[in-house]
């Protein structure tokens, strides 16, 4: 089983910046591939970004690539996404997910994920 735990949502106004984290349970952390996804209310859950194991290989949504930057730190079990230069549409739960496969880029399908944390949420004012 593994566990994660989002953290660092918030409010901020347009143009600001947010930083998420998730912690993960177990020793094996360094094996996951890693990625955050969003949900608005009524829409379907999309990808955000995502990185293999190493942390070498990322990839993003079109809609934030530029403003936002995901990395990971394996000594610490935890994966963020650091988010600049927000905008109202950014508004969402996020929530991080771990893919157990060796893949050479992180998937964009919810479903290739195997667990997921509880979620955090960012609201951007205009």
């Known amino acids: 089983q593994v566990q994660l735990v989002e953290s660092g949502g918030g409010l901020v106004q347009a143009g600001g910046s947010l930083r998420l984290s998730c912690a993960a349970s177990g020793r094996t952390f360094s094996t996951y591939t890693m990625g955050w996804f969003r949900q608005a209310p009524g829409k379907e859950r999309e990808f955000v970004a995502g990185v293999r194991r190493s942390g070498g290989i990322r990839n993003y949504a079109t809609s934030v690539k530029g403003r936002f930057g995901i990395s990971r730190d394996n000594a610490k079990n935890t994966v963020y996404l650091q988010m600049n230069n927000l905008k109202p549409e950014d508004t969402a739960v996020y929530y991080c997910?771990?893919?157990?496969?060796?893949?050479?880029?992180?998937?964009?399908?919810?479903?290739?994920?195997?667990?997921w944390g509880q979620g955090t949420q960012a609201t951007v004012s205009s």
């Open positions: 997910a771990a893919d157990l496969h060796d893949v050479a880029v992180a998937k964009t399908s919810p479903r290739e994920y195997d667990y």
